[in-house]
């Protein structure tokens, strides 16, 4: 929409049968800016001041044009082409109706817009303007008369009267702007003081000895600011406020880089939260809360804390988190072993139960078909040696003794291994496995 508006002007500039001037539109501004070699913008902070650059370049371009214009409508002005200069102005001031001197313009050609002697009309509307200045002058209304006297000066450069009375009336303003000044200056009241001296300095740049008035005043307000932003940041430190405490005190070095207060102030704040984050991080190291201590010393280094210092305790924090991972991980294949031995342990041990069982059933049923073919058969002699029944019963005893061997209670299985050799001394089996227990852990004393 800029760019339209001033193509539209330089056009109009055109019509009037005066040189076009030369409009770039605002994409050409930003590829122009596309080739400076700024870098990769990252911060918010750099966007900002890149965006506020480019603001500024397009408003210097903006006046630049405007500029152009207002000349081209003061030319048309000066021919008595009022109508011609009351389009230019009135096109200028849609863009930026700030600009004064298309608006004095534009009222000057609005009155004398249709006269049949321009050049004597427009030396009687410089005279009004005087005379309207010379009668507020009189009255004490310095800013209206200096006003008039502008557009005076404005419309006829030339004109040596009105540009005396304008130095005259803003000379006398600038003096009644330092007289309060100083008067601001003597109750302290420093910004009041500057805003007056400014005031005066706009009106008269050369007025003696306001500069380095100016400069000690200006040094005495940034003192002043610096010892109010350094008690708000005492008050936040003692309310426990710490970093606000210390983005208040870089306003402050921001204000004076050379204030010791401030700089030992926050360099005493600085170490003692470094310490505090250092000793928390110990703590939790202690406790084997390794992220939570290296967070801290991490928040530390934020403080000052040696960089370098602050990297080995956080090696050996990870260190330590790698050793008792790996500590966790051997505990782990160590108890899935020692699972898997002892599911196959009882499942051996089963087995031999139930191979016991079934020979001892095997042995039983022998015992008793024996027992029914004797009772058939003819009487014979006594039996002599061992009955039957002793030996199915020292059988029983044996394979409850394997049973314990397998166990490893070697002692019960001694115990039930003697048992059966007291009811068959003939056990070939109870015998070798008393022997075995003999030979491997020695004979009962």
Same mark, same amino acid.
């Given at each position: ?20 001037? *030369? ?28 965006? %506020?650059?480019? /603001? ?6 903006? !006046? ?13 002005? =000066? ?10 102005? @009135? ?31 427009? /030396? ?35 004109? $040596?009267? &009105? ?16 007289? *309060?000044? /100083? ?7 420093? *910004? ?8 005066? $300095? +706009?009106? #008269?740049?050369?007025?003696? =000895? ?11 307000? *940034? ?36 204030? &010791? ?21 110990? !703590? ?5 809360? %390794? ?9 530390? +280094? ?9 990297? /080995? $305790? ?14 966790? !991980? ?61 030996? !199915?019963? @020292? ?36 015998? &070798? ?5 003999? #030979?491997? %852990?020695?004979?009962?004393?």
């Amino acid at each position: 929409m800029g760019a339209q508006l001033l193509l539209g002007l330089a056009l109009a500039a055109s019509a009037w049968g005066q040189e076009p001037l *030369r409009v770039r539109d605002a994409d050409g501004l930003f590829l122009d800016m596309a080739k400076l070699n700024l870098g990769t913008i990252t911060s918010e902070e750099d966007k900002k001041k890149y965006i %506020y650059t480019i /603001q500024l370049e397009k408003a210097r371009m903006m !006046r630049k044009t405007l500029n152009g214009v207002y000349e081209n409508a003061f030319d048309l002005y =000066r021919k008595g082409d009022f109508n011609g200069a009351r389009e230019l102005t @009135s096109k200028i001031l849609a863009i930026d109706p700030a600009y004064a001197d298309a608006g004095i313009l534009q009222r000057a050609s609005i009155e004398l817009n249709g006269s049949p002697k321009p050049y004597a009309s427009e /030396q009687k509307l410089i005279e009004d303007r005087f005379e309207e200045g010379m009668a507020l002058y009189r009255q004490g209304r310095l800013v209206e008369a200096t006003g008039r006297w502008e557009e005076a000066v404005k419309l006829a450069p030339s004109n $040596l009267k &009105a540009r005396w009375w304008l130095k005259k009336a803003r000379g006398e303003m600038a003096d009644d702007h330092f007289r *309060r000044g /100083q008067k601001a200056y003597r109750q302290h009241r420093l *910004r009041e003081c500057l805003d007056q001296w400014y005031a005066a $300095l +706009v009106l #008269n740049p050369r007025y003696p =000895r306001l500069v380095p008035a100016i400069a000690k005043v200006e040094a005495e307000t *940034r003192e002043a600011d610096a010892n109010e932003k350094l008690q708000t940041a005492l008050n936040l430190y003692s309310q426990g406020l710490i970093d606000e405490s210390i983005k208040m005190l870089d306003e402050v070095l921001a204000l004076g880089p050379g204030n &010791a207060k401030a700089q030992k102030l926050q360099a005493e704040i600085r170490s003692e939260m470094a310490s505090q984050h250092l000793v928390a991080g110990r !703590r939790l190291y202690e406790s084997r809360k %390794y992220d939570e201590a290296q967070a801290e010393w991490k928040k530390a +280094v934020s403080y000052g804390y040696d960089t370098r210092a602050a990297d /080995q $305790l956080i090696a050996r924090a990870k260190e330590q988190v790698r050793r008792e991972d790996a500590a966790r !991980r051997r505990a782990a294949e160590i108890a899935k072993q020692k699972a898997e031995e002892e599911k196959i342990k009882a499942a051996e041990i089963a087995k031999a139960e139930a191979e016991a069982k079934a020979e001892a059933d095997a042995k039983a049923a022998a015992s008793v078909a024996s027992s029914t073919a004797a009772a058939t058969a003819p009487a014979a002699a006594a039996p002599v040696g061992t009955s039957e029944e002793n030996k !199915r019963q @020292s059988q029983q005893y044996y394979l409850s003794g394997i049973i314990y061997y397998d166990k490893g209670d070697f002692e019960k299985a001694r115990n039930e291994w003697t048992h059966a050799l007291q009811l068959d001394p003939a056990n070939p089996d109870a015998k &070798a496995g008393l022997e075995r227990i003999n #030979n491997l %852990y020695g004979s009962p004393q």
